[in-house]
C-alpha cells in the first residue's frame, strides 16, 4: 500500500527525521527505506509535514515494533542525540540514571549516556559531563551531508544549532573567502568548503583545530580549508587582513570584542554574521551599535537580516545579525 513519505538526501536523514518527529508527523508504524542516496521517511499526516520537505506517495514495509525510549519508560524523556551520544539534562542524578538506563533498553544506537554536569565555560565554551552509560565522549555526528567527529569532553559542539548552520552555509557562493573567527570542529567552514567557498577557521583550542582538520579531510575539502589554532585577533593581524567576503562570529556574550579584528579582516564588502545573546526587549540593539561603532567611517554597514536562532534562557535570546559592510 502506498503511504506518504518524505523523501530526502539520504545525508540529511537523521537532521529530517528530527524535524518530522518534532513536527509530530512520523508514522511509527512503517519502516523507513533508504535507497542509493535518497531516505524516504514514512509519514502519518501529509499536512503536519513543514512545507520545506517534498512529500512523495510510496510502498514501505509496515515496521516490526521497535521499541522507544518512551515505550521503555512510560513516558516522553527529554533527549538529543549527538551520533551514538545521548544527552539529557537533569539536575537529579537518580532521575538521569532511570532515563539513561531506558534509553539504553530501548532499540536506540546507543553506546553513550551522558548528562551535562556545567554550563559550557570557560573561553573554550566546553562543558563538563556526567556519563551515565560507556566510555567514550567522542562520537561521529553527521548533519546536512557533512560529517564531524568530535569529543564532547574537549571541544564545544551543539547539535541544536544544525538549522542556523544550513541557513548560513546555504548564502555561500563558490568562490568567496570565507572566514571564521569561532570556527570549532569546522561545522560552518566545512559546508562553506563544500560549496565551493576558500574557508579559514581559527579557534583557540588546539583539540577543536584537530578535529577541524580531521573534519575538512573526512568530508574531502582538506585543500580548501585552512584551520588556523590562536586568538583569533592576532591571527588576522597576521595574515588574513582585509581577506574575507564572509565572516561568522558564533561567540555569543564576547564576540564584540573581536569586532575589530572583523573589520580589519573583510573585504572591500563583506557580510558578516554576527552571533549575540541579550534580553529578549532589545535582541539585536547593542550588537547592531557595536558593530556600528568598530566599523567607523571605513564601511557603510547595512543590516540585511535579524534573526532569532532560539530561546536562550527565560527572557533571553540567541541571535544573528547579518550585517554588509560596504566600504566608504
Ligand atoms: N563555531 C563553532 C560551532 O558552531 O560549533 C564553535 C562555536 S563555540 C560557541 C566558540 C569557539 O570559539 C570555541 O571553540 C572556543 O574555543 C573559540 N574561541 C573563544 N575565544 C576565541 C578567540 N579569541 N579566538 C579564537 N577562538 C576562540
Same mark, same amino acid.
Given at each position: 500500500m502506498d503511504v506518504p513519505c518524505v523523501r530526502a538526501d539520504r545525508a540529511a536523514g537523521e537532521e529530517t527525521r528530527r524535524a518530522l518527529a518534532a513536527a509530530d508527523?512520523?508514522?511509527?508504524? *512503517?519502516?523507513?527505506?533508504?535507497?542509493?542516496?535518497?531516505?524516504?521517511?514514512?509519514?502519518?499526516?501529509?499536512?503536519?509535514?513543514?512545507?520545506? !520537505?517534498?512529500?512523495?506517495?510510496?510502498?514501505?514495509?509496515e515496521r516490526?515494533?521497535?521499541s522507544t525510549p518512551a515505550d521503555v519508560l512510560g513516558f516522553e524523556p527529554s533527549y538529543e542525540?549527538?551520533? %551514538?551520544? +545521548?544527552?539529557?539534562?537533569? %539536575? %537529579?542524578?537518580?532521575?538521569?540514571?532511570?532515563?539513561?538506563? /531506558?534509553?539504553?533498553?530501548? &532499540?536506540?544506537?546507543?553506546?553513550t549516556v551522558l548528562n551535562r554536569a556545567s554550563k559550557v565555560q570557560g573561553e573554550l565554551r566546553?562543558?563538563?559531563? &556526567?556519563?551515565?552509560? /560507556?566510555?567514550?565522549?567522542?562520537?561521529? =555526528?553527521r548533519e546536512y551531508?557533512?560529517?564531524? *567527529?568530535?569529543?564532547?569532553?574537549?571541544?564545544?559542539?551543539?547539535?541544536?544549532?544544525?538549522?542556523? *548552520?544550513?541557513? +548560513?552555509?546555504?548564502? +555561500?557562493?563558490?568562490?568567496?573567502?570565507?572566514f571564521d573567527? !569561532?570556527?570549532?570542529?569546522?561545522? !560552518?567552514?566545512?559546508?562553506?568548503?563544500? *560549496?565551493?567557498?576558500?574557508?579559514? /577557521?581559527? %579557534?583557540?583550542?588546539p583539540i577543536a583545530v584537530r578535529y577541524m582538520r580531521e573534519n575538512a579531510d573526512r568530508n574531502g575539502v582538506a585543500d580548501a580549508v585552512t584551520a588556523v589554532e590562536g586568538d583569533v585577533r592576532d591571527v588576522v593581524a597576521g595574515e588574513y587582513a582585509d581577506w574575507a567576503d564572509?565572516?561568522?562570529?558564533?561567540?555569543? =556574550?564576547?564576540?564584540d570584542e573581536s569586532l575589530d579584528a572583523a573589520v580589519a579582516a573583510a /573585504?572591500?564588502?563583506?557580510?558578516? =554574521? !554576527?552571533?549575540?545573546?541579550? =534580553?529578549? &526587549?532589545d535582541p539585536f540593539g547593542p550588537g547592531e551599535r557595536a558593530i556600528r561603532d568598530a566599523a567607523g567611517d571605513a564601511y557603510d554597514v547595512v543590516v540585511e537580516n535579524r534573526h532569532e536562532v532560539r530561546s536562550y534562557a527565560p527572557h533571553e535570546v540567541n541571535v544573528c545579525l547579518d550585517v554588509r559592510l560596504v566600504s566608504g
Amino acid at each position: 500500500m502506498d503511504v506518504p513519505c518524505v523523501r530526502a538526501d539520504r545525508a540529511a536523514g537523521e537532521e529530517t527525521r528530527r524535524a518530522l518527529a518534532a513536527a509530530d508527523a512520523l508514522a511509527a508504524d *512503517r519502516e523507513i527505506v533508504v535507497e542509493d542516496d535518497v531516505i524516504y521517511i514514512p509519514v502519518d499526516d501529509a499536512d503536519a509535514v513543514p512545507s520545506s !520537505f517534498e512529500v512523495v506517495r510510496r510502498e514501505v514495509p509496515e515496521r516490526e515494533t521497535q521499541s522507544t525510549p518512551a515505550d521503555v519508560l512510560g513516558f516522553e524523556p527529554s533527549y538529543e542525540r549527538l551520533g %551514538d551520544v +545521548v544527552i539529557v539534562d537533569e %539536575d %537529579d542524578d537518580e532521575r538521569a540514571r532511570e532515563l539513561a538506563a /531506558g534509553i539504553v533498553e530501548s &532499540d536506540l544506537p546507543v553506546e553513550t549516556v551522558l548528562n551535562r554536569a556545567s554550563k559550557v565555560q570557560g573561553e573554550l565554551r566546553v562543558r563538563e559531563w &556526567d556519563v551515565l552509560v /560507556g566510555e567514550s565522549t567522542e562520537t561521529t =555526528h553527521r548533519e546536512y551531508g557533512c560529517e564531524y *567527529r568530535l569529543d564532547l569532553a574537549e571541544v564545544y559542539f551543539s547539535p541544536r544549532l544544525a538549522t542556523e *548552520r544550513h541557513r +548560513v552555509s546555504s548564502q +555561500v557562493e563558490a568562490g568567496e573567502c570565507v572566514f571564521d573567527m !569561532f570556527a570549532g570542529v569546522g561545522p !560552518f567552514v566545512i559546508p562553506a568548503a563544500k *560549496r565551493g567557498a576558500t574557508a579559514v /577557521g581559527v %579557534d583557540l583550542n588546539p583539540i577543536a583545530v584537530r578535529y577541524m582538520r580531521e573534519n575538512a579531510d573526512r568530508n574531502g575539502v582538506a585543500d580548501a580549508v585552512t584551520a588556523v589554532e590562536g586568538d583569533v585577533r592576532d591571527v588576522v593581524a597576521g595574515e588574513y587582513a582585509d581577506w574575507a567576503d564572509r565572516i561568522v562570529m558564533n561567540l555569543p =556574550h564576547s564576540a564584540d570584542e573581536s569586532l575589530d579584528a572583523a573589520v580589519a579582516a573583510a /573585504g572591500e564588502e563583506c557580510v558578516i =554574521h !554576527f552571533y549575540d545573546i541579550q =534580553h529578549e &526587549d532589545d535582541p539585536f540593539g547593542p550588537g547592531e551599535r557595536a558593530i556600528r561603532d568598530a566599523a567607523g567611517d571605513a564601511y557603510d554597514v547595512v543590516v540585511e537580516n535579524r534573526h532569532e536562532v532560539r530561546s536562550y534562557a527565560p527572557h533571553e535570546v540567541n541571535v544573528c545579525l547579518d550585517v554588509r559592510l560596504v566600504s566608504g
